[in-house]
Nanobody
């Protein structure tokens, strides 16, 4: 059974930086599409960033493109989300997701952007 364990959330100042990590286990990491979602209070869960192993394809939500970077280390079965210059509206619970033969979700980690 696959599992995702997230870390790195917390308080960050506007214009600062934060790096989220998601450690995967129990499935063939290279065969899975990894992504980060977020859900802010009163809003629906939305896709933030996507990473596909084949061809090293990446995609981002318009709201974060140019500020956030998704990366994956297949040797470590880990996906990261580098958050640069976060804004107040980036405050949300961030979730790691793995989609392939099966579908797995992390527990979520709170990111609060505040000065």
């Amino acid at each position: 059974q696959g599992q995702l364990v997230e870390s790195g959330g917390g308080l960050v100042q506007p214009g600062g930086s934060l790096r989220l990590s998601c450690q995967a286990s129990g499935f063939i990491f290279d065969n899975y599409r990894m992504s980060w979602y977020r859900q802010a209070p009163g809003k629906e869960r939305e896709l933030v960033a996507l990473s596909i192993s084949v061809g090293d394809s990446k995609d981002y939500a318009d709201s974060v493109r140019g500020r956030f970077t998704i990366s994956r280390d297949n040797g470590k079965n880990t996906v990261y989300l580098q958050m640069n210059s976060p804004k107040l509206e980036d405050t949300a619970v961030y979730y790691c997701n793995a989609r392939g033969q099966f579908n797995y979700w992390g527990q979520g980690t709170q990111v609060t952007v505040s000065s």
